[in-house]
């Protein structure tokens, strides 16, 4: 199967490749608003009638000569892209792109063969940490120090800086991967976070992001303290950076606790049961959650790292949708147990066959027997 995989690496452009890197986004900024405003006067046109006449305002334009062409021409599908999503409704009317926003600019890899070698214009090497881009030339990188060779075909590369100063590059690359279905020999039932993340029929909790919610509040902090500084003067300016920096620090922090929570649950089971998360939302007490749209956002980012964990390992992921609470009904005898809509009992004796149960283990059971109802085909009795 082929997939496509992003590797981002930090770029550590020399001073004159920074000057280069901004003339490139600078000038895939204008030829992007060029052409919105031209065809806001004209029609929308072919993105290939565009790329011709991009040649004569390059004419008209000599300092576009000096930036990656490729570069400028990805402005152009980009645009296009903004169109088409345009009229198929799913995004409002292209914007003009403005230079205070974050900066990037993307570029295709174009291969050649010459006497039977290959030659790229964009190239990874990760013994030596260099990447081959075109114009700029070697560029160091750092990441990735886990491997030594990146396998398959890179497809386009995307160049930018974002608000904390720092430059990065996105390595989009097409993998040819084989996958093996796994005959399935372990099961685990995941119940989404409501105290917890995440609690998995395992018994295993994972705790709910208290670093982040630390890093929440030190955002809240800068933000006052930003308000009761002069606009545009050089104390209000660092206490942006800071809070750029807060902002990069919880998304990494995120992203890196999600992907191990996945990658523990994936490696360890075959079949992955979770609450579909629509569902989940009509249970949940929105008062008693603290810090909702953090969660819900982590939750949601969680179940597709899940469910694309599952897919190139070749495991087996399903979202159920159970339209009953599934911490109300004992996992052990099916009773349901109308006392524990009270969401601050955490455990309790069943009343009717007197096992103890652990309110969110429990409800995870649940979920477990649910996929395996729905893995043998069973119709599911409530
Ligand atoms: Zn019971």
């Known amino acids: 199967m082929k997939i496509y995989r992003a590797y981002k690496f930090r770029l550590y452009p020399t001073e004159e490749q920074?000057?280069?890197?901004?003339?490139?986004?600078?000038?895939?900024?204008?030829?992007?608003?060029?052409?919105?405003?031209?065809?806001?006067?004209?029609?929308?046109?072919?993105?290939?009638?565009?790329c011709k006449d991009l040649k004569e305002?390059?004419?008209?334009?000599?300092?576009?000569?000096?930036?990656?062409?490729?570069?400028?021409?990805?402005?152009?599908?980009d645009l296009e892209d903004g169109f088409n999503n345009f009229f198929a409704k799913r995004n409002g009317y292209p914007n003009f792109k403005s230079k205070f926003n974050r900066q990037s600019y993307r570029t295709n890899c174009i291969r050649s063969n010459y006497k039977g070698k290959e030659y790229s214009n964009i190239e990874v090497d990760l013994l030596t940490r260099f990447i081959k881009l075109p114009k700029l030339g070697n560029v160091k990188i750092k990441g990735f120090r886990d491997k030594d060779k990146i396998k398959g075909k890179i497809v386009n590369a995307t160049i930018s800086r974002e608000t904390t100063n720092k430059y990065y590059v996105s390595v989009l690359v097409e993998e040819d991967i084989l996958?093996?279905?796994?005959?399935?020999?372990?099961?685990?039932?995941?119940d989404l976070g409501i105290k917890d993340l995440v609690v998995t029929s395992d018994g295993i909790k994972y705790g709910n992001l208290k670093v982040l919610m630390k890093y929440e509040k030190r955002l809240k902090?800068?933000?006052?303290?930003?308000?009761?500084?002069?606009?545009?003067?050089?104390?209000?300016?660092?206490?942006?950076?800071?809070?750029a920096r807060v902002h990069a620090k919880i998304k990494n922090y995120r992203k890196h606790y999600l992907n191990d929570i996945a990658n523990e649950i994936v490696n360890e089971h075959d079949i992955i049961v979770t609450e579909s998360l629509?569902?989940?939302?009509?249970?949940?007490?929105?008062?008693?959650?603290?810090?909702?749209?953090?969660?819900?956002?982590?939750?949601?980012?969680?179940?597709?790292?899940?469910?694309?964990?599952?897919?190139?390992?070749?495991?087996?992921?399903?979202?159920?949708?159970?339209?009953?609470p599934s911490s109300q009904i004992c996992s052990t005898c099916g009773y349901k147990n109308e006392k524990l809509k009270d969401l601050s009992i955490r455990e309790y004796d069943c009343p009717k066959c007197g096992s103890h149960n652990d309110r969110d283990i429990n409800a995870s059971l649940n979920i477990l027997l649910e996929g395996l109802k729905l893995h043998y085909n069973l119709v599911s009795i409530v």
Not at 18 to 45: A, P
Not at 234 to 241: A, G, R, V
Request: hydrophobic share 30%.
């Open 221 to 243: 902090r800068l933000q006052k303290k930003l308000s009761r500084q002069v606009k545009g003067s050089k104390n209000y300016l660092k206490t942006k950076e800071k809070i």
């Open 57 to 77: 305002l390059e004419k008209g334009h000599k300092y576009l000569k000096e930036v990656d062409s490729c570069a400028l021409r990805c402005s152009i599908f």
């Open 179 to 190: 996958i093996e279905k796994v005959t399935p020999t372990t099961i685990v039932g995941i």
């Open 278 to 324: 629509l569902v989940k939302d009509m249970f949940k007490d929105k008062k008693k959650v603290f810090n909702k749209s953090l969660s819900d956002a982590s939750l949601s980012k969680l179940c597709s790292l899940i469910e694309w964990k599952s897919k190139i390992k070749g495991k087996i992921y399903y979202k159920i949708n159970t339209y009953y």
């Open 18 to 50: 920074k000057i280069l890197i901004h003339k490139t986004f600078g000038c895939s900024r204008f030829v992007y608003n060029y052409y919105l405003n031209y065809q806001k006067e004209n029609g929308v046109q072919k993105s290939f009638d565009l």
